[in-house]
Nanobody, 122 residues
Framework: QVQLVESGGGLVQAGGSLRLSCAAS????????VAWYRRAPGKGREFVAT????????DYSDPVKGRFTISRDNAKNTVYLQMNSMKPEDTAIYYC???????????????WGQGTQVTVSS
């Protein structure tokens, strides 16, 4: 299994930007598809975005499409989530997830990071 650590969360005003990082150790991240999920207060886990092992295939949930961009740098064992035009509805704990197969919204991989808090003020 791979260990994942998220970073980059914090407080940002509506309309602003934030970039999250997911750093991997214990196994090359190049082996894994990676996804971001989030959990907002009082809500269940929500799929945000995913990226294939090669970086050639990405997918986004409708609420973030056009605003968020997922990318990866396998040489750095890191996946990123660039969040632009942020909205208060984006407030959540964001989690990194990895699997040795494609990740779809309702079927995450078994490996999770600890999460990083993102708060968007209005």
């Amino acid at each position: 299994q791979v260990q994942l650590v998220e970073s980059g969360g914090g407080l940002v005003q509506a309309g602003g930007s934030l970039r999250l990082s997911c750093a991997a150790s214990g196994d090359p991240l190049s082996k894994y598809d990676v996804a971001w999920y989030r959990r907002a207060p009082g809500k269940g886990r929500e799929f945000v975005a995913t990226i294939s092992w090669s970086g050639h295939v990405t997918d986004y949930s409708d609420p973030v499409k056009g605003r968020f961009t997922i990318s990866r740098d396998n040489a750095k064992n890191t996946v990123y989530l660039q969040m632009n035009s942020m909205k208060p509805e984006d407030t959540a704990i964001y989690y990194c997830n990895a699997a040795l197969r494609p990740i779809i919204a309702d079927f995450p991989g078994d490996d999770w990071g600890q999460g990083t808090q993102v708060t968007v003020s209005s």
